[in-house]
């Protein structure tokens, strides 16, 4: 593998160049606001993109665009005279101007935000008012309504002044970290990516100015970091801003660090080297392998497989779960999971399987996929590798058919989305170590 060229490739396919297809709905919304509450036909005044489109850290297949909308001062002091919760009142007034301008789109005022579902993406608008010191108050109609504050401009300024500094390298690590929660199937928030790759650089200016043919080893530095933090931490003090950045997910993103780090630093030969960011990032990293000789390198994937990368927009935002029961005439049924998790951590032929999801974060109404990967010599030799991609329901049966070290994964997708998955290892007549390492 052409380390420098392959970095350089797949830096450049994940990273959101343009926010056209985000555009047009955005200066739509915000003329309707400042038509409505200025009596402009601006599409750009009182308009403050934030998020990770805002910071500049966001990738392709990005699904919520976060928004604030500057509202009048004399709108919150109209909204204060008011009796009982206040926020809710206002998220439903903007709400039902918004329903005006799409009158055949969903569209939900409750908790902090204004949500706008498009086909591929949901606007997040969150009407606030912007203060002297350039924060912005902001409703939450939670627990009987009160008033937050957030501080998105620092944060967006210390996020691009550190891409600055370090020609860019900031920005890519926080790239190939959302590219990493999104291919594994974890929960990482933005704000807590790009908050702990800022921390990173504060700490160790190593990889301030490293080039492409160096990003192996950068990327084993961060692991290395985030491998050291604390799952346990309730928050971390956002970059630029010091708000409080909430732990998501348990903080599993320290076990899964610590899990890649150490699979890089055992790998022997280039082609497992490549193998593992395979696993690391997925297929869009397999399609920018370029060889030793300059040249595109061979996509691995089995004969027909599919990706869910090139069904649906990838963008992680919620959690998954999936079990598989198994059972055979004449012995006890048992999960998955919990065999793995034994002394014996593999599967005898002619199973019944039943892989079924056991929890999800995800909100109905939502459409489920499925796909089961066959791996190994005996599928090569049977002509039965498998890897497509079929629309299911909450569960799928399978057999134990054939040696392999198999996989099965789940995924969800809402409104045009991928938004959650989860694997589940499935090893038959295998009891290698080394072929396990898909458990978490």
């Known amino acids: 593998m052409n380390e420098g060229k392959t970095f350089e490739r797949f830096c450049d396919e994940i990273h959101l160049v343009t926010t056209n297809d985000f555009d047009k709905s955005i200066a ?5 606001l400042n038509k409505t509450y200025y009596d402009s036909d601006s599409e750009q005044d009182h308009l403050y993109i934030v998020g990770s489109i805002g910071r500049g850290t966001a990738i392709k297949g990005v699904s919520d665009v976060d928004i604030i909308f500057d509202l009048p001062k004399k709108v919150y002091y109209r909204f204060c005279q008011r009796e009982g919760n206040v926020q809710s009142s206002l998220l439903q007034e903007v709400r039902n101007i918004l329903i005006e301008r799409y009158p055949n789109s969903y569209i939900s005022g409750d908790g902090q935000v204004v949500s706008i579902q498009f086909t591929s993406y949901t606007i997040e608008l969150v009407p606030g008012f912007k203060q002297d010191d350039n924060t912005f108050k902001y409703p939450d109609s939670n627990f009987g309504g009160s008033w937050k504050i957030t501080n998105p401009i620092p944060e967006q300024k ?3 002044e550190k891409s600055t500094a370090t020609l860019k390298n900031y920005r890519r690590m926080c790239n190939m ?16 990516i790009d908050t702990l790759v800022f921390n990173y650089f504060e700490k160790d200016n190593t990889h301030q100015f490293s080039s492409f043919s160096n990003y192996v080893k950068f990327l084993k530095d961060v692991f290395a970091y985030l491998g050291n933090q604390d799952p346990d931490q309730a928050y971390w003090l956002a970059l630029g801003s010091n708000q409080q950045v909430y732990n998501t997910d348990n903080g599993r993103f320290v076990k899964l660090a610590k899990k890649y780090l ?8 280039e082609d497992e080297l490549e193998d593992v960011f395979i696993e690391i990032f997925g297929i869009t990293f397999s399609k920018s392998i370029i060889n030793s000789y300059g040249n595109p390198s ?12 090139d069904m649906f927009p990838v963008d992680i935002v919620e959690s998954l779960k999936i079990d598989c029961e198994v059972s055979q005439k004449g012995y006890r049924t048992f999960k998955l999971r919990d065999w793995l ?7 005898s032929k002619n199973r019944k399987l039943v892989f079924s999801i056991i929890s999800t974060s995800v909100k109905k109404p939502y459409d489920i996929y499925w796909k089961v990967r066959n791996i190994g010599p ?15 329901n909450s569960s799928k049966e399978e057999r134990t058919n054939f040696n392999g070290r198999h996989y099965v994964e789940c995924y969800i997708v809402k409104n045009e989305v991928c938004v959650a998955r989860n694997r589940i290892l499935v090893p038959i007549d295998i009891n290698s170590k080394d072929d396990l390492d898909f458990l978490d």
């Not at 739509?28 to 309707?32: A, D, G, P, Y």
């Not at 049977?382 to 299911?392: A, F, H, S, V, Y």
């Open 262 to 269: 150490k699979k890089l630093n055992d790998t022997k030969t």
């Open 298 to 309: 061979h996509i691995r994937k089995a004969p027909n497989e599919e990706f869910i990368d």
């Open 158 to 160: 210390a996020s691009r």
């Open 177 to 192: 970290l959302r590219a990493w929660k999104n291919n594994i199937g974890f929960k990482f928030g933005g704000l807590l």
């Open 378 to 392: 005996v599928a090569k030799e049977l002509n039965m590798e498998r890897g497509q991609i079929t629309k299911g």
């Open 28 to 32: 739509e919304i915000v003329k309707k």
């Open 341 to 347: 998790a034994g002394k014996i951590r593999w599967l």
